[in-house]
């Protein structure tokens, strides 16, 4: 799906163009306005750039990274803010060692036979 991004985003776009250029046409307007929808959907993509980049990179905040980037990337330190947040390193699940496990299972065993 995060390969695919790209050509929906791209196709879609195209497609509204189209959409917006033959109602145009339909109206007796010879040259549309598709080229606003083109830059529209530019303007949304760089404008949600950090929700983006959180997403790609599998961010564990990236709701808080969205709605930080929706409500205050239009002051642009919000933007950044978001930006950079979306960049910090990404916290990984911990996989458990076999002592652990271990340890977890005697522990539980522990508590449950008393």
Known sequence: MKRAF???LIGCTLALAAI???IGLLN??????SWLVILW???GFFYLLPTY????REHHALLAIFITNLFLGWTFLGW???LIWACTPVKRER???????????????????I
């Open 6 to 8: 790209f050509p929906i």
């Open 28 to 33: 007796g307007v010879l040259f549309g306005m």
């Open 95 to 113: 996989q458990l060692t076999e002592l652990e496990r271990e340890l977890i299972q005697r522990s539980i065993g522990n508590q449950l036979s």
């Open 20 to 22: 917006v250029e033959t």
């Open 53 to 56: 980049v959180g997403w790609r």
């Open 41 to 43: 959907a530019i303007g």
């Open 80 to 82: 950044v803010a978001a």
